[in-house]
């Protein structure tokens, strides 16, 4: 998605952008196709796991995670037909 080309008729919204994954949808991505992934993970615990028999059997330990989400113009995805707004069929 390096070189692509704007193909929507709306060039003051950005193709793409990325809001944290708190709080909620800004308004002017309604219209967007939204992904929220962890961009960092680091573990809950200080020095040792608070169950220590299950973090080494399993590697269960408590986590944090920053959430952030992808949005991207619906332009930009092959399965998304274009529309012609002025127009009554689709």
Do not use: H, K
Request: proline share 9%; net charge negative; aromatic share 14%.
């Amino acid at each position: 998605m390096r070189d692509y080309a704007q193909v929507g008729s709306d060039s003051r919204l950005p193709a793409l952008a990325i809001t944290s994954g708190e709080g909620e949808t800004p308004a002017e991505f309604a219209a967007y196709r939204g992904q929220s992934f962890a961009l960092s993970v680091q573990r809950g615990w200080e020095s040792w796991p608070p169950n220590f028999f299950a973090w080494l059997l399993f590697r269960q330990a408590p986590t944090q995670s920053q959430q952030v989400i992808l949005w991207a113009n619906p332009d930009l995805f092959a399965d998304t037909a274009s529309v012609d707004p002025e127009s009554d069929t689709p």
